[in-house]
């Protein structure tokens, strides 16, 4: 089988410039294209020199379609809104779309579901093998000591990111939330703030930090009678999200429509 074709979404920005490294020095996928918003800087240069590499012979365009149509999967790391426009094009191309994009409401998540019918598309709050492992065991902690032990998930991240709490926390969430036969939107405390009275049994209490260059960090504490137990994983480098995203669209590759998660490419 030939290289997958694979362009970047977003390619200009810190992810984006990443996940073209990546790309270029992962066997059996090549850089095809890569798309920006219009009006970036970026646009018109060679993607391959704005990641830092040696020119790669496709410049960054923010026409969509005509990249859409001569690649084999996309990887997106952008913003709901561009995400949700990308992925019908991914419908209409019936090409791979691996999205770690966060911060969607629930008539994106409908929309994704909808493309979902078309493409492949594989989408993860994060694209880390440590972070997805953090989520299995999150589950099996949550399924054995049950509502006896509280649960509060912890996170920080750089100053720029946008969606709090983060797409890795409510993933956690969801993992801790599943395993005790809960729905996370009845359980979740995403706020604290004044007298607010003791916290009700079985709450799953969200913490949000933000500051500096901090990559990712997650932590997981179930606190119970005389003890607790804390999960944690710590990134300090976006290569490990980018090489998770590239092995997710090569997993992809071949399998047909419908909608994925790491947790599938990882076999979890």
């Given amino acids: 089988m030939s290289d997958m074709k694979i362009a970047v979404l977003g390619a200009a920005g810190r992810m984006g410039q ?49 990249v ?7 990887l997106d790391f952008t913003t709901p809104a561009a995400t949700v426009a990308f992925a019908a094009f991914s ?21 994704l579901d909808a493309a979902a019918r078309h493409a492949t598309i594989i989408k993860a ?17 949550a399924q054995v000591l049950g509502e006896d032990f509280d649960i509060e998930i912890v996170e920080m991240h750089h100053r720029h990111k946008k969606d709090a709490p983060s797409g890795t926390s409510l993933m956690l969430g969801e993992a801790a939330a599943q395993a005790r036969g809960v729905s996370l939107k009845d359980k979740s405390v995403r706020s604290r703030d004044g007298d607010i009275g003791p916290r009700r049994t ?19 504490i179930f606190a119970g009678p005389g003890e607790r137990i804390e999960l944690a994983h710590i990134a300090t480098d976006r ?18 429509p419908g909608l994925f998660t790491m947790a599938d490419v990882l076999g979890f």
């Fill in 18 to 66: 990443a996940l073209t490294r990546t790309i270029a020095a992962t066997e059996g996928c090549v850089v095809a294209g890569g798309i920006e918003a219009m009006g970036s800087p970026s646009i018109g240069r060679d993607i391959g020199e704005v990641a830092g590499l040696e020119p790669l012979g496709f410049t960054i365009t923010d026409d969509a379609l005509p």
């Fill in 68 to 74: 859409f149509a001569n690649v084999d999967g996309v």
């Fill in 91 to 111: 419908a209409q191309a019936r090409i791979v779309h691996v999205i770690g994009t966060t911060g969607f409401s629930e008539d994106d998540l409908a929309k």
């Fill in 125 to 141: 709050g994060n694209m880390s093998a440590g972070v997805n492992l953090l989520a299995a065991l999150t589950a099996r902690v």
């Fill in 202 to 220: 079985g709450d799953i209490g969200f913490a949000t930090i933000r500051g500096g260059d901090v990559v990712g960090e997650h932590r997981v």
């Fill in 239 to 256: 290569s490990i999200f980018a090489r998770g995203a590239v092995r997710a669209a090569l997993w992809g590759r071949g399998k047909g």
